[in-house]
Nanobody, 124 residues
């Protein structure tokens, strides 16, 4: 499986942005599998943002994005989206998508397949 993230850009604080991640290649994705988003700001460790099971019934958010970000998936398009609202300068980071066998492993970052990052810059 290959993951391709897109949608990053430069926005102002308070703006919205939508990231997408498309899975391609050998895309046999079981309902229990999950996809998620992480981010890494300069000089900081990678941070979990959100994850969703392919079945769609289980969603987890990182504390810093709860109430502002919404993750969703389109199984027909093998795509996971991250709608980011009320962006803050501290949301500035490279955002990475990932896929893993279970949502628990995606959240902890273990046993994931990673995509390349997409840069989000939020100016104040």
């Amino acid at each position: 499986v290959q993951l391709q993230a897109s949608g990053g850009g430069v926005v102002q604080a308070g703006d919205s942005l939508r990231l997408s991640c498309v899975a391609s290649g050998r895309t046999f994705i079981t309902p229990a599998m999950a996809m998620g988003w992480f981010r890494q700001a300069p000089g900081k460790e990678r941070e979990f943002v959100a994850a969703i099971t392919w079945r769609g019934g289980n969603i987890v958010y990182g504390d810093s994005v709860k109430g502002r970000f919404t993750i969703s998936r389109d199984s027909a398009k093998n795509t996971v989206n991250l709608q980011m609202n009320s962006l803050k300068p501290e949301d500035t980071a490279v955002y990475y998508c990932a896929i893993g066998p279970l949502i628990s492993t995606v959240v902890t970052g273990t046993d994931n397949i990673w995509g390349q990052g997409t840069l989000v810059t939020v100016s104040s």
